[in-house]
């Protein structure tokens, strides 16, 4: 009986505390997808990505076909011209693999494309999602594409400081944080 009636105070407390926040969401995939810019920027996104796919591709076809002429010329080579063949089948395939990583590797040139192209756009939505979530009142909005991302919380609810406070960490290391 006792523990029923901890609960109801409990979830009684808890509705009093959350009555006044209004939490909301947003898919901003289907918002940008929505937007002329984000599509053109996606365009040309889309654009550079099947160009660069497509000369990497030429340059592994190029590795594969000197291999493949390598094993059926093989044991007719002299040595020599065995290690000549090798390598330049070697520095064929590692500037591939140094193309592929330039173009779609991590902080490659499809990656900054990306970022220099929809931040922008993403910015100005993030921006509206704060309009409207200061102008209706929300205490939080989050983002439901994709991995939830929190997009807009109100400050006034930002409990970091009181956490910080709780644990006795110092003064100086809020600052840093």
Known sequence: MKKTIALGLFVGA???TSWGQKVGYVNTELIMNKME???EAQKEIDRFSTEWQSKLEEMY???ERLY???TAIEVLLEEDDKEAKQAEIFAKERAAKEYR????GYNGALFRLQEAKVRPIQDKVISA???VAKAKKFAMVYDKAGETTWLYTDPAYDLSDAVVDELGLKEDEKKNN
């Open 14 to 16: 808890l509705l009093l």
């Open 37 to 39: 810019e984000y599509k």
């Open 61 to 63: 076809a190029e590795v």
């Open 68 to 70: 493949t002429e390598y």
């Open 101 to 104: 990583e330039d173009k779609f």
């Open 129 to 131: 999602v704060k309009t």
